[in-house]
């Protein structure tokens, strides 16, 4: 089998991390299997736009990609009829000079908190023709019947630990929905719910972040057979494709009958997306450890025939069983590869 393994954020641009800190961590199925490979060119794509092509067969830029739509079927929705968009729940926090949004997943927001903030805010889409839906703590929707609004919104992910008036949405009703932001906000900071989190400690739910705008994209059958890997947009994407799905952390296993499988390992763009360079080299020692080890186990023993490691710059490397076995071949320290 053929196995595509994709992980962004490979190449570190974290000035804090030197040559010494990755050498130090002694990976040496990764080094092994880059050293091995022959390096070749590639088209340098966003990681979410490069999935959304892979498993639906169009192209769009990541502000373009319909998140919300696939994620609500996922969650229970009727994400083929209308446009959807996500509201999900956030903490936006002052900073010396603007509104920083916090990673939501730090939130742990209750079933019951989720209910009375949802009845707070409800009556605030009636005049945008929007209905709320909250089928999770952490993934709210507005669901559109007939017309979506004339915006386009910043995913979540890219506007991650960044200042948020910098990333509201853009278009020809985006002053509506700026207005429609702040009476959120004013609405979420007099309820009881954020008293009681800010009593104890917690972070306040103060705002919700619209993003994924979109109606269900059309199902062309992905190109693998399988998916190892990925949060729950890989998830919703497999899903909609009909596409067997794994989580890593149930492990790799691949088998020769197969005849092509994706593994998905972002763990490294998410330390690099929070800007953590001790998230990231953390992460880097585990994908060599849970993700490289037993790939390089299936091309060694021949259930691999080829492994292709994408990445998000323009250079990509393939290996094959044939490729690993060349122990002459000439090595070098890890971080001449990864440092750039």
């Given at each position: 089998m053929e196995v595509t393994l994709n992980i962004p954020a490979l190449f570190t641009t974290f000035t804090e991390i030197d040559a010494t800190a990755i050498d130090d961590l002694n990976l040496v199925a990764l080094k092994k299997i880059l050293t091995r490979s022959t390096a070749q060119n590639a088209v340098t794509a966003d990681y979410?736009?490069?999935?959304?092509?892979?498993?639906?067969?169009?192209?769009?830029?990541?502000?373009?990609?319909?998140?919300?739509?696939l994620t609500a079927s996922m969650d229970g929705?009727?994400?083929?009829?209308?446009?959807?968009?996500?509201?999900?729940?956030?903490?936006?926090?002052?900073?010396?000079?603007?509104?920083?949004?916090?990673?939501?997943?730090?939130?742990?927001?209750?079933?019951?908190?989720r209910d009375e903030l949802a009845d707070n805010i409800r009556p605030l889409f009636a005049d945008y023709g929007a209905t709320l839906h909250t089928p999770t703590a952490t993934r709210w929707y507005l669901h559109f019947e007939d017309t979506a609004p004339q915006i386009e919104c910043t995913p979540l992910y890219e506007a991650l630990m960044k200042p948020a008036n910098s990333f509201l949405p853009?278009?020809?009703?985006?002053?509506?929905?700026?207005?429609?932001?702040?009476?959120?906000?004013?609405?979420?900071?007099?309820?009881?719910?954020?008293?009681?989190?800010?009593?104890?400690?917690?972070?306040?739910?103060?705002?919700?972040?619209?993003?994924?705008?979109?109606?269900?994209?059309?199902?062309?059958?992905?190109?693998?057979?399988?998916?190892?890997?990925?949060g729950d947009y890989v998830q919703a994407l497999c899903r909609h494709t009909s596409n067997r799905h794994k989580m890593l952390r149930d492990g790799i296993t691949v088998s020769r009958y197969q005849d092509n499988a994706l593994v998905l390992e972002d763990r490294l763009l998410t330390a690099q997306r929070l800007n953590s360079p001790e998230q990231w080299l953390q992460a880097l020692q585990l994908?060599?450890?849970?993700?490289?080890?037993?790939?390089?186990?299936?091309?060694?023993?021949?259930d691999i025939r080829k492994l292709v490691i994408r990445t998000d710059s323009q250079q990509q490397f393939a290996c094959t069983t044939l490729g690993i076995k060349k122990f002459w071949k000439p090595g070098c320290p890890l971080s001449t590869i990864l440092l750039r």
């Open positions: 979410e736009a490069w999935l959304f092509q892979a498993f639906t067969g169009q192209d769009a830029q990541a502000r373009q990609i319909p998140f919300a739509s929705l009727d994400g083929q009829n209308g446009f959807w968009m996500r509201a999900d729940p956030v903490y936006l926090y002052a900073d010396t000079h603007s509104l920083v949004l916090r990673d939501p997943r730090e939130l742990n927001l209750t079933f019951a908190e853009t278009g020809e009703d985006s002053r509506r929905w700026h207005t429609l932001f702040n009476e959120i906000q004013m609405v979420l900071n007099q309820s009881s719910v954020n008293e009681n989190r800010e009593y104890y400690g917690q972070q306040p739910i103060n705002s919700l972040w619209f993003w994924g705008l979109g109606a269900c994209p059309q199902n062309s059958g992905a190109a693998f057979d399988c998916c190892i890997g990925g994908t060599d450890q849970e993700v490289i080890t037993p790939l390089l186990a299936g091309l060694r023993q021949g």
